[in-house]
């Protein structure tokens, strides 16, 4: 746990003063009751319950006073809380290599049953968006509430030669932020001004771009799926900076073994790879996680366990508001209890 103003830590130094004054006053007490003809009425009367009930209320009114004056320094604890994921993009790998049977059936098919696993997961109020990439990348579903739309999609995946991974990142982030000129095409093919932001000369220049934190923006992250390493497109980690840039996360997933597989389809043969350090390098950018599925089981775990971390995540929250609530809790149990025991507060 961490103090936002640790000064106010030395208003603890009154609870030992409280509780010294609280004997004082107890001891007063047992002075004034030793005026009486005799002590035995007064222990009789009391009872040995009677006598350690006296006592919590002010404990419990001086833990309160204790709690009240940590919320006072303001602290921060790493705590559970849900997130506010509103849009997650799935860009999957429809490559030619995606035939391998290294994971069965195939690694396409694991994926398909995968990914649709994964939908059923999410919470029903996440929008979710699929992004189909081979040479190309091209937005297959735009983000949508609808599981069947996206069970659809999914569906309809057809194996195209290529693999163009940083494109298929551009196209998820020009689906995210569809008002922030991001130009696949300028930064495939080169532009002489701002590379991968296109700025229509003839209409009004849009306002600059300010990056923010890598992983700062809790509203949308990527998924990104694919089994072998870029062969055309837009320069992989280049797109991943621009992802960081604007603080959306990018999760990898390489599916496959990273000893490869040769295949062939019509007439010609080549050996896929899993290129596990460009993946872990974009996870790593935008601080977000990589994940390795060298089967159908493993897969299923991933995105599994991506189901889970994207609708709750551990973060480091100021935890003043629930401590304070804590301190009013006490407070007014110690008041309740001392009223029914005693028929007054303290």
């Known amino acids: 746990m961490t103090f936002f103003w640790p000064q106010f830590l030395w208003l603890l130094l009154v609870l030992p003063v409280l509780v010294l004054l609280y ?22 009367a009391m009872g040995t319950g009677q006598g350690l009930r006296r006592h919590i209320p002010p404990v419990l009114f001086l833990l309160a006073i204790g709690i009240m004056l940590l919320a006072a320094a303001r602290p921060f604890a790493v705590v559970t809380l849900p997130l506010q994921q509103e849009t997650i993009i799935l860009a999957m790998d429809v490559s030619g290599s995606m035939r391998a049977t290294d994971v069965l059936p195939n690694r396409l098919v694991a994926s398909q049953n995968a990914a649709k696993a994964f939908l059923g997961d999410l919470p ?121 840039d604007r603080g959306v996360r990018i999760y990898t997933v390489g599916v496959g073994t990273v000893d490869g597989e040769t295949i062939g389809f019509e007439g010609w043969s080549m050996r896929v790879r899993l290129d ?34 994207l609708t709750v995540e551990k973060k480091e929250t100021e935890i003043s508001g629930l401590l304070a609530l804590a301190a009013a809790a006490l407070a007014l149990l110690s008041a309740g209890l001392s009223l029914l025991w005693f028929n007054r507060i303290l």
């Open 124 to 244: 029903r109020s996440v929008r979710v968006g699929i992004v189909a990439f081979a040479g190309t990348a091209q937005v297959v579903q735009p983000p949508t509430l609808s599981r069947e739309d996206l069970v659809a999609a999914i569906d309809r995946f057809q194996l195209q030669r290529a693999t163009a991974i940083g494109s298929a990142i551009v196209v998820s982030l020009a689906e995210l932020f569809p008002d922030a000129g991001i130009d696949l095409a300028a930064m495939t093919y080169g532009s002489p001004r701002n590379k991968g932001l296109a700025i229509d000369s003839e209409r009004k220049e849009k306002k600059p771009f300010t990056p923010v934190a890598p992983g700062s923006y809790g509203s949308a992250a990527i998924i990104l799926l694919t089994d072998g390493q870029r062969t055309t497109g837009v320069d992989t980690m280049e797109a991943a900076k621009l992802a960081a």
């Open 276 to 309: 596990e350090e460009t993946l872990k390098a974009v996870a790593d950018k935008t601080r977000a996680e990589y994940f390795y599925a060298g089967s159908a089981a493993d897969l299923k775990k991933v995105y599994e366990t991506l189901s889970s971390r």
């Open 23 to 44: 004997l004082w006053l107890m001891r007063r007490k047992k002075k004034l009751a030793l005026r009486f003809a005799s002590l035995s009425i007064v222990k009789e």
